[in-house]
Each structure stands twice: as C-alpha cells, then as structure tokens.
C-alpha cells in the first residue's frame, strides 16, 4: 500500500513556480522522501530526496515539514518540459525488504 | 554519459509463452532494480540485486524470476504469460555508495501479451 498521497492532477503556469504537495503521515523516522517523474511513459527520473531538511538542487527545492507528515517540491520556474507525472516515495521496509512504495502520483500540467 | 540499457524496447508474447527481458545498468553501478507498469499504474517494485545477490524482493510472481550476471547486467525472466502480463518493464540501477537509493531507469521493455 502507498505510503504517499498526491492531488491527482495540478496546473500552472509556464514560469512560475510550480509547488507538489504530498502527505506521508504514517512515515518513519528513517524513511526518506524521494521525487521522482515521469514523461509519458518514459523511464522515471529522480529529481530529490530528504529526511528532515529541505533540500535543493539543480532541479528543484524538497521543503519537509517539522512533524515530516508532508513535504513540497518546489519547481521553481516551471517550463513547458516540465509536464509529467510526479511521483512521491517513501523508501520503506516491507517484511524484511526495503523498496521504494509508489503512489498514483500527481499529474502536472505546464500551460503556455 | 552512459545510460541504462534494456533490450528489447518491445516484445509481443502469446498465452503461457515465457519472456525474457535483458538490462545493462550504468557502468560501475552495483545494484539493478526490476519494476513493472500496467496501462495507467504506478510502477511496482519486483526484484532488485546488489552485486549478483538478490537484495529485495517486491511483488514479483512465482513465474518470474531473475539475476545478475558477472558483468552486472540482469535478466528478467517470465514464464506462462498471461495476459494480465502487458505491462512496461523499467530495469533500473544505482550505486550504492552514491546519493541514497537514487535510481537511473532505462527506457522500457513494453510487454504484449496476446
């Protein structure tokens, strides 16, 4: 079961700053939060990962709330390429295994 | 740079046939990871291995089964297809002593299971 969950689909516009939320309420003190999209059935693309500190790079910001039951990503000047599905992960354990748990992700639209 | 290969890109099977699908992570990765997507699904995690051993298990069916060879690269293999099978196969590999879990996904083996 998903340990994530995403608004199924956002919009925003071309330059601006797009801001995906996701709620992890049931995560653990050890599990990570990763990013990661998808274009079009493309093979998934990490953008980012945290644990309890924001987090920036090239691509994006990951802002991670205190309690660490919800996190942002932050694409700060969202372009026409940005448009894809975005997938919110926890790394968790599951029996004696460690996977990355997928959820239905959050459908972004970049418009013009 | 050097990606995640995987072969073939797409692949028509029918019923009960078996299927084998090949992946050629990064160079100097260390761990391949096994997922699979259904038409409009979230990708599920199957198998993965690090350095030749397996290392995790996910939703992988008991006809399926795979490894890591000596060269790193993995297979996949799936018997008695069945329909419900079509899916796209994303291999993906990392190295373990790099950013945590950051995976590098191929493009895809798109199953049709007829």
């Known amino acids: 079961d998903a340990k994530t969950t995403q608004p199924p689909s956002m919009d925003c516009a071309e330059g601006r700053a797009a801001n995906l939320p996701c709620n992890h309420s049931?995560?653990?003190?050890?599990?990570?939060v990763y990013w990661y999209r998808q274009i079009h059935s493309q093979g998934p693309q990490y953008i980012i990962h945290g644990l309890k500190n924001n987090e920036t790079n090239e691509m994006a910001s990951l802002i991670i709330t205190e309690d660490r039951k919800s996190s942002t990503l932050i694409l700060p000047h969202a372009t026409l390429r940005d448009t894809a599905v975005y997938y919110c992960?926890?790394?968790?354990?599951?029996?004696?295994?460690?996977?990355?748990?997928w959820g239905a992700g959050t459908k972004l639209i970049i418009k013009p | 740079a050097a990606g995640v290969i995987q072969s073939p890109r797409h692949l028509i099977k029918e019923k009960r046939e078996t299927a084998t699908l090949k992946c050629y992570p990064i160079?100097?990765?260390?761990?391949v990871y096994w997922y699979q997507q259904g038409p409009g699904q979230d990708p599920q995690f199957l198998i993965s291995?690090?350095?030749?051993?397996?290392?995790d298990k996910g939703s992988i069916p008991d006809r399926f089964s795979a490894q890591q060879f000596s060269d790193y690269h993995s297979e996949l293999n799936m018997s008695s297809l069945e329909l419900g099978d079509s899916a796209l196969y994303f291999c993906?590999?990392?190295?373990?002593?790099?950013?945590?879990?950051?995976?590098?996904f191929g493009p895809g083996t798109r199953l049709t299971v007829l």
């Open positions: 992960i926890v790394r968790a354990r599951v029996d004696s295994n460690y996977q990355l748990i």
């Open positions: 049931t995560i653990s003190g050890n599990e990570y």
């Open positions: 160079p100097r990765h260390d761990t």
């Open positions: 291995f690090y350095e030749k051993m397996q290392s």
């Open positions: 993906a590999s990392s190295f373990t002593s790099g950013r945590a879990n950051e995976q590098f």
